[in-house]
């Protein structure tokens, strides 16, 4: 019964995520927009850096199942949010880039080999790398918005995005086969190489 209902809220919330992405995509943010929620909420979903990754936490998460369903999100997004404070703030954090295709093909590759290990590791991992995340965030916000509303913008594309991983993750445990969360963590491997090669011509 209750994984019935986990799968129904998921299923509701991706759908949702899913269908504010191209809204967001379409609202000209650059183009005078001064909001600082539509700001955020459109910074996670301009690179495939971020993407990548928020889609994986989403997957591992539905691939380990229980507690870390949930907790892994969560931690991802809440030290995410001290990351963009620390970006916000003007503070150095150095290797930000390298940390964010890092965490691409860290993620993957947990998703790829379908790692299980101590819930308290798994957190940990998780947020060390959404500090790179959210610091990237914060040190992009443009000058003139508020803070507080750019923050709650990104947070809330990342928790979307989360929820694709984990809708999708579940879906294929339930109606298909795990494996297919496997192929996918391949996938977002694949696309942090794409990250970093772009990343290594333009230096």
């Known amino acids: 019964m209750f994984h019935k209902f986990t799968l129904r809220i998921l299923s509701i919330t991706s759908a949702f995520g899913l269908g504010l992405i191209p809204a967001i995509a379409s609202a000209h943010v650059n ?7 539509l700001h955020g909420l459109d910074h996670p979903i301009g690179g495939l850096d971020h993407i990548l990754a928020m889609v994986a936490v989403g997957l591992w998460a539905a691939q380990l199942g229980g507690q870390a369903i949930w907790s892994i999100p969560l931690t991802f997004v809440g030290v995410m949010a001290v990351g963009g404070a620390l970006g916000i703030s003007g ?4 290797f930000v880039e ?4 890092a965490s691409d093909l860290i993620l993957g590759g947990l998703v790829l080999m379908a790692t299980r290990l101590p819930l308290a590791v798994s957190i940990s991992i998780v947020g060390i790398l959404a500090i790179f995340h959210g610091y990237a965030h914060g040190a992009e ?14 947070m809330l594309a990342t928790i979307g995005l989360h929820l694709v991983g984990m809708t999708a993750g579940t ?7 795990e494996r297919l969360i496997r192929y996918a963590g391949g996938g977002i491997i694949v696309g942090g190489l794409y990250v970093l090669f772009g990343a290594l011509t333009r230096s």
């Open 31 to 37: 183009a005078g927009e001064t909001s600082g929620f």
């Open 91 to 94: 503070l150095t954090l150095p």
């Open 98 to 101: 390298q940390g964010i295709i």
């Open 141 to 154: 916000m443009p000058k003139d918005v508020s803070g507080l509303e750019y923050a709650a913008g990104f």
């Open 171 to 177: 879906l294929a445990q339930k109606f298909f086969n």
